[in-house]
């Protein structure tokens, strides 16, 4: 009867094998124990970094909405949610007459803050809601009850909403007073209407260049047109009709 050879392990070895165990438990009990601490030491910073108080400069109204938001959010304004960038977006998000602010931490407890309200520069009306509109084409607010700013009203489509405010920079651009003097825009499609106080009204192609605006309003502001009260057809490209109420002219 044959007895079979049993490898006997080597108890130094075995030594061995058990310390590289306890040396990896060890490490992965160390780096648990920094993870702990650190996330526990990131919790107690962040409660005491929290936004205790606030100033804000810049227009009243945005002053008001701006402390209002706060105000709401003040049992969240630890550190992480009072991050300059973070609360920055959040507040452009929640006023839209707020065209931009720039937040600073006054250490350990203040924000210091200045407002920069958005300008609008013409109403659009769609359908029977009328919107406050910027110069980026925009169209940001309704129009709020009661309230009537002394801005030109677009009466176009969406589709041609960016093109229209790009048409009164043109006309800024070439004559700021008659900007101010301006009640309507119109279009068809293929053509602008421009209403006027004192019932002066501008057809223009809707493809031009600014070019044809500064031409125009040079014409108009020369001692021969400027005292009258015009219709002006600048649909053709070759000639320009110019009918005040009771006569007619082509130039």
Known sequence: MSRENRRRTDPEMSRQHRRRWLARFARAGLLGGVTLATTAG???LNGAMRIESWSIEG?????VAIGQQLELRKEQLDLIHAWPSCLHDDLLAAIPDLADVSIARQL?????MVAVARRPMA???DGDQVWLVDDQATAYRKLAAGESPDLPLLRVPQTDLAASV????????ADAGKLAELSEVRTDGSDWRLYFDRGELWMLPQEHDDRLLARLNGILNSPRWKNGTWR?????????????????GVI
């Open 42 to 44: 990131l919790w107690w």
């Open 59 to 63: 227009p009243k109204p945005l002053q």
């Open 108 to 112: 350990p407890n203040h924000l210091q």
């Open 123 to 125: 109403l659009w009306q």
């Open 166 to 173: 790009e048409l009164l920079a043109g006309l800024q651009a």
């Open 232 to 248: 002006v057809d600048a649909r053709a490209s070759t000639r320009w009709y110019l009918r005040p109420a009771a006569q007619g």
